[in-house]
């Protein structure tokens, strides 16, 4: 029987095919995708990490054992994707204070509510079925859309086609499909509920990029 995590990835994947199919993914694959719009998705980015981090964060107080407390503490230390960023931005002409200053986008502010909402109202289950979505979708881009040729953009796409996410994902489905292990049907349906919500948030975040998506007032 598929473990838990599989089935959510199963059940998904109306989404993440519009995910990986998305125009922002095939433009940085063949190197057309304006250099602007890059801009804005890093700092977007920048912003999102942070959030996911203050969800990681809460998430370890939700840790029902000393080994799952030690397996989360490692992932709250290991920003894997912090360097990228940093070097990323420099050649893309941003300063981190440009970073750090720009405005969240409705999408980006949407998804980061949820998922420190997920991690305040639940437990450890529902909040690493929350986190999920991202590292793993973003580690399928080595299959899904590969390596770009573009100077810049073939920096961002190297990252992923060279597996840096792995252990990343690994761990993150190991927590779900540990939690799930010993879930009510409530617990697995708030699961279930927000790996999807944040698969749909994935989509939104690429779609609020490839847009520049600003608040309308």
């Not at 700092?43 to 000393?66: I, N, W």
């Not at 409705?106 to 986190?131: E, K, R, V």
């Not at 252990?167 to 349906?189: C, K, N, T, Y």
Request: a negative charge; hydrophobic letters at 40%.
């Amino acid at each position: 029987m598929p473990s838990f995590s599989e089935q959510l990835r199963t059940e998904a994947e109306p989404i993440w095919r519009r995910i990986f199919d998305h125009p922002f993914l095939k433009e940085i694959m063949d190197g057309t995708l304006p250099e602007e719009t890059f801009r804005y998705y890093l700092a977007q980015d920048y912003l999102y990490l942070e959030g996911f981090g203050r969800t990681v964060a809460m998430a370890l107080a939700k840790a029902p054992d000393s080994q799952t407390l030690q397996d989360l503490a490692h992932r709250v230390m290991t920003p894997v994707e912090r360097p990228l960023h940093h070097k990323l931005l420099a050649e893309a002409g941003l300063t981190l204070d440009d970073a750090q200053n720009a405005v969240r986008s409705p999408a980006n502010t949407a998804y980061i509510d949820h998922m420190l909402q997920t991690a305040s109202l639940h437990g450890l289950g529902p909040t690493a079925a929350a986190l999920l979505p991202c590292p793993w979708t973003y580690h399928l881009l080595k299959d899904e859309v590969g390596q770009s040729e573009h100077p810049l953009y073939g920096q961002w796409t190297r990252f992923y086609v060279e597996g840096f996410l792995e252990g990343s994902v690994e761990a993150w489905r190991g927590f779900v499909d540990q939690m799930a292990a010993d879930a009510s049907p409530a617990e697995l349906e708030a699961m279930r509920h927000a790996f999807l919500t944040s698969s749909r948030y994935e989509f939104m975040f690429w779609e609020a990029a490839y847009n520049r998506q600003q608040w309308p007032v």
